[in-house]
């Protein structure tokens, strides 16, 4: 068991006025109360415990352990170029100004990857607390630092040297405004010192995120409890290659090698098992249980990227550019932080010359550029998650016929205001039985209420059970500094084999016209009777992992492609006769169809036409549902054939002022409610993105389907009759939202931006919120739209997701790139540079990318110099 530091010491009622939600973090009346009647009084006599955290930016600092002088020159978004004459030196540097300008966001993180939220937030944490401890991420984050390079393990270290030196000079109520409004509630907490595996267990999170289609094994089952299997594939449409293109159009398998000229192999059909009521109310649990996880980097299916690259002959430059936009959840301070690390002179002590979006919390440069090479990633998403129903009696799981022991282990959660609670941890050979953490089903839960203590002979029933293949230690680490360290396709290549969760696609660009597309990380090989689309009989050695994972030079790739250009945007990788199996849970391929459409088109693009792209605004399933409802002859009066009439015109493309684009999307909300609420249980009801996109093109060709018909009903519906009602309902939402004429629409007042700090700014205390949050930006694009803007359409036309930044690198010119962040540099809301990119992002605008030192000198606006600390006497 891991040894946990002492709780802080605090008043223990200030997290009891939280309780747990999937983005933030609600606060009770009482400390409502206390904190807006100290908050105004704090506003009275002085803003100063808002500004008091804002770092310094020039001048000379000192900083134990540097070996020598470090320059930090920050432009006019305060983004950091930092120089150095050793990698020690520029990544404690690193660490430094992340903890000046995130610290609060890398201390959040870290309480919840260590499941230790309820030190700081009491019994209102335990529950995410315990799924983090039952999964284990700081065990495993612990268990890796061991495996990781030297040089990694070197560059973790000097990192948490930086951050650790910032935070000794630094009171708590200096390094953020939020340590100041929570000390107002009672709280008396003094941040630990940062160390290697705090960096290490935030790629945990990552992976936790971007993890793949577990929801969707739970989804799936519980649609099949009303449904018949055909029903449930018409809701789980296949993958669409004839019309939207994989990534790696040609090649194959050939003694283990993927060979992108060679033919494909065969797959294989593995059965499905059945599912008993008691098996899908123990899956339907685990999915209420893993809900209440907090989302650090977003979550659904607006969760993915856009990244494509073109070679010399596809290019203005004459060279290749690269372009890259991650779609990520949306909130304050956003994912990214830019930030470039140069060494004065590249040298064996100092190798490092490179710049893009980094995480606070990790050292070196996720995306982006060095002076060779550039790269972009997206999630490929392959499924690397899968859910075992486990036989579980006593202390022991079946399997074949026999009875094997469950491995225990026992962990403490200390629990603020309250009695430690600890914590049993059951696991099988597939993984830990999650579904003890969930309150619903005490039949399978080691950790369900009760007044025995004895746990002997509890937990009788169905389990479940998570195997992911990041619940073991990885090499991720290494990837990311070998990467930013990468000058051809073969180093980066070799990088690329060490990603091993999340799997992206990485697409590749060089300064010798080269690019290319690599396809890592850690897949599971099953046996034969389990796809990984639902939840797997544990108790059937058939379903299990072999142990072994595709191997590296098996996974698709490809250099120089004939067309001249890659497009990764989510769809699937490679073809239906690809031999090793990733998942059949794709994104359709409609944002990488169109563009592939568009690039094709173009013929030669500038690095104006590759941002332009990243905003195209063009929805792909207007063009097949718009003449359906202009099909529509029986409306019933002008009213209604008001909205139509927008559509007879429209371009298909969704700007924020598009009244045509307001009332499409209503109509679409409306007709998924009026087509799927009636037979599907409300936790499967449509979120309306590319999945749904699939599933209502091929409605649309049977009018009388039964899915039409509302079973709530007497009569027998029809397609054009739920149109018909689907076209009426959003011209009276449109009335009830924004006007009575058309004319006055817009599809960015329904569409609309909410940055939020995911505690405080959750806190319902109006002066807390308007510090922290930026609310009420008027978008366009769309989910599943290259300018992939999404929203859920069971919740509202708000933006969830969006892209967390946009960059295009020239490699002809490394100073002509450009970028753009959701937000800005600093977490601090007095800063001036906390949401000063949000406009320019809104606006679809990018700020020059300044690379080689005199572009930096000549953008400088601040220049702070880190100077090796006296020794002491």
């Known amino acids: 068991m891991s040894e946990q530091p002492a709780a802080p010491d605090t008043d223990p009622s200030w997290w009891q006025m939280f309780t747990s939600a999937p983005r933030g973090v609600r606060w009770s009346a009482y400390a409502v109360v206390t904190l807006a009647a100290l908050l105004v009084l704090l506003l009275v006599v002085s803003v100063g415990f808002v500004l008091r955290p804002l770092p310094d930016t020039d001048g000379e600092v000192d900083v134990p352990g540097l070996a020598g002088e470090v320059e930090v020159v920050r432009d006019a978004q305060g983004i950091p170029q930092v120089y150095a004459d050793t990698d020690a030196d520029l990544l404690r540097a690193q660490g430094y100004v992340h903890a000046q300008e995130r610290f609060f966001e890398m201390d959040v993180r870290r309480h919840v990857t260590s499941g230790r939220l309820s030190e700081l937030f009491g019994s209102d944490g335990l529950e995410t607390d315990k799924m983090i401890r039952t999964m284990g991420w700081r065990r495993v984050a612990e268990q890796e630092l061991a495996i990781l390079d030297t040089e990694t393990r070197a560059a973790l270290t000097a990192y948490a040297e930086g951050v650790n030196a910032y935070l000794e000079t630094h009171g708590t109520t200096e390094i953020a405004v939020e340590y100041t409004l929570l000390a107002a509630t009672g709280l008396s907490y003094e941040p630990e010192p940062w160390t290697p595996v705090d960096s290490l267990a935030w790629l945990k999170a990552m992976a936790w995120d971007l993890r793949g289609n577990m929801t969707d094994e739970v989804d799936r089952v519980v649609a099949s409890l009303d449904h018949t299997p055909d029903e449930v594939a018409q809701l789980y449409p296949d993958y669409p290659f004839d019309e939207h293109p994989p990534i790696v159009g040609s090649g194959g398998v050939v003694d283990g090698v993927f060979e992108q000229n060679a033919s494909g192999n065969a797959t294989r059909n593995p059965r499905r098992p059945a599912y008993s009521s008691e098996m899908v109310d123990a899956l339907e649990g685990v999915r209420d249980a893993v809900a209440g996880i907090p989302d650090l980097m977003g979550r659904g299916d607006g969760i993915g990227s856009n990244s494509w690259v073109v070679d010399g002959d596809h290019s203005a430059t004459g060279a290749p550019l690269l372009a890259n936009d991650p ?135 169905y389990g479940v059970a998570l195997a992911w293949t990041a619940l073991e230690p990885g090499t991720t680490a290494d990837a990311i500094l070998a990467l930013n360290r990468a000058g051809d396709w073969d180093e980066f290549r070799a990088a690329a084999a060490d990603f091993a969760v999340p799997a992206q696609n990485l697409v590749y660009a060089d300064r010798e016209g080269h690019i290319g597309y690599q396809a890592p990380g850690q897949i599971p090989i099953r046996k034969s009777g389990n796809d990984g689309r639902m939840p797997a009989e544990g108790w059937v050695s058939a379903n299990d992992w072999t142990g072994d994972v595709v191997p590296f030079d098996g996974l698709p790739s490809v250099l120089d492609p004939e067309e001249g250009f890659v497009v990764t945007a989510n769809q699937a990788v490679v073809g239906p006769d690809y031999p090793y199996f990733l998942t059949d849970d794709w994104d359709r391929g409609y944002r990488s169809t169109r563009i592939r459409q568009v690039l094709e088109e173009e013929g030669e693009l500038s690095v104006d036409e590759m941002a332009r792209l990243q905003l195209d605004t063009t929805n792909p399933m207007a063009a097949t549902l718009v003449p359906y409802l202009l099909d529509v002859q029986d409306l019933p009066s002008d009213y209604y054939r008001d909205g139509q009439r927008l559509l007879s015109d429209w371009d298909f493309t969704q700007p924020a002022d598009s009244a045509a684009a307001a009332y499409y999307n209503v109509v679409w909300s409306n007709l998924l409610r009026l087509t799927f609420h009636d037979e599907l249980r409300e936790d499967v009801w449509p979120d309306g993105g590319d999945r749904w996109f699939g599933v209502v093109e091929q409605l649309l060709a049977d009018p009388a389907g039964p899915w039409w018909d509302d079973v709530e009903t007497d009569g027998t519906e029809t397609r054009d009759d ?115 990119q949000t406009e320019l992002w809104v606006d679809g605008e990018y700020l020059p990318w300044a690379f080689s030192r005199e572009a930096v000198e000549a953008a400088a606006e601040d220049t702070m110099t880190l100077v090796p600390a006296p020794a002491d006497d």
Not at 361 to 372: F, Q, S, Y
């Open 327 to 461: 779609h990520l959840g949306v909130s304050m301070p956003g994912i990214w932080l830019q930030m470039g690390l140069h060494c004065r002179t590249v040298s064996p002590d100092c190798t490092l010359d490179t710049s893009g979006f980094t995480f606070s919390g990790v050292p070196g440069v996720i995306i982006g550029h060095n002076a060779d090479i550039a790269w972009g990633f997206t999630n490929l998403g392959p499924d690397v998650t899968d859910l075992y129903l486990e036989k579980i009696e006593g202390e022991s799981w079946m399997q074949d016929g026999e009875a094997r022991p469950l491995e225990l282990r026992t962990e403490t959660i200390k629990v603020r205001g309250e009695d430690d609670f600890e914590l049993q941890i059951r696991e099988t050979a597939h993984g830990p039985l999650i579904s003890d953490v969930s309150q619903e089903f005490s039949s399978v839960g080691a950790n369900a209420p009760t007044d025995e203590p004895d746990l002997t002979g509890r937990g009788n029933g």
């Open 722 to 836: 739920v149109l018909r009602q689907a076209m009426m309902d959003a011209r009276d939402e449109m009335t009830r939202r924004q006007a009575l004429d058309p004319d006055e629409w817009t599809w960015g007042h329904l569409h609309q931006l909410d940055l939020h700090s995911s505690t405080l700014g959750e806190s319902g205390i109006a002066p807390v919120e308007r510090l922290l949050n930026r609310d009420d930006r008027e978008v366009g694009g769309g989910s599943s739209i290259v300018d992939a803007t999404a929203w859920d359409a069971t919740e509202g036309y708000e933006v969830t997701s969006a892209p967390s930044m946009r960059m295009v690198v020239s490699l002809a010119d490394l100073d002509r790139s450009r970028w753009i962040n959701l937000t800005g540099v600093s977490g601090h809301p007095a800063s001036s540079h906390y949401a000063d």
